[in-house]
């Protein structure tokens, strides 16, 4: 079974310049989650679909931050303009969901390192 | 809210033991670790929930107290394989995206 895919693993923008993250949740799949590292800090919450819904992105920090997920599949995260303090790896997460089961484990990508120049 | 990880990083020497605690200051409805190693994705190791007993993933283990909302982990006779960062994830219902710590780096030598 093919595990969550993110691409590209790296990006280097310049700050202005728009950058889309894409993520390849497992097969099946209805929860997706989007997160962020920057250096030295904790993981933060973006964002979390739900099929091709948005369940929850109050972690999204503004509005240069559009994230899709059309058809309930791969997912985009948009980033319009860039600035310095976007610069981080984030993470793409996936888990399955049984009715209203949802603790399930949550299987993450290697991430996108992105840096903003 | 994000939980609170301790310690920041320990460094073992092979066969020894360690805990990584994570506390929250919300209820909590679960805690998710997970280990990542340097350029891989963080990988599970276990779920605790509300109610639920410890767990174990190979030597190591985790406990929750909910009054506490405190969870840690046990990492028993350490192995070289341990080394990396752990991560706490906490839940504060079901369904909800997790929030995680700022992670505690663990490096074991021979």
């Known amino acids: 079974e093919a595990g969550v895919t993110q691409f590209p693993s790296h990006s280097v923008i310049e700050k202005g310049q728009t950058v889309t993250l894409r993520c390849d949740p497992i097969?099946?799949?209805?929860?997706l989650y989007w997160y962020r590292r920057v250096m030295g800090k904790e993981i933060k919450f973006l964002l979390h679909?739900?099929?091709?819904?948005?369940?929850?992105e109050s972690g999204m920090p503004n509005n240069r931050f559009l994230a899709e997920r059309t058809g309930g599949t791969y997912s985009t995260l948009k980033v319009q303009p860039a600035e310095l303090e976007d610069s981080g790896v984030y993470f793409c997460?996936?888990?399955?969901?049984?009715?209203?089961?949802?603790?399930?484990?949550?299987?993450f990508g290697q991430g996108t390192r992105l840096t903003v120049v | 809210q994000q939980p609170v990880q301790s310690p920041q990083a320990v460094i073992l020497r092979e066969g020894e033991d360690a805990v990584i605690n994570c506390s929250s200051s919300?209820?909590?409805?679960?805690v998710h670790w997970y280990r990542q190693k340097h350029g891989e994705a963080p990988v599970f190791l276990m779920i605790?929930?509300?109610?639920?007993e410890q767990m174990r993933h190979e030597k190591i283990s985790a406990s929750f107290n909910e009054k506490k909302q405190q969870s840690s982990l046990y990492l028993t006779a350490s192995q070289l394989s341990y080394s990396g960062t752990y991560f706490c994830?906490?839940?504060?219902?079901?369904?909800?995206?997790?929030?995680f710590g700022k992670g505690t780096s663990l490096l074991v030598t021979p």
């Open positions: 997460a996936s888990s399955h969901s049984t009715g209203f089961i949802t603790n399930t484990e949550a299987f």
């Open positions: 097969s099946g799949h209805d929860n």
């Open positions: 679909f739900v099929k091709e819904s948005k369940q929850d």
């Open positions: 919300k209820a909590l409805y679960s």
């Open positions: 605790l929930l509300k109610g639920g």
């Open positions: 994830g906490t839940e504060v219902n079901s369904g909800y995206a997790l929030n």
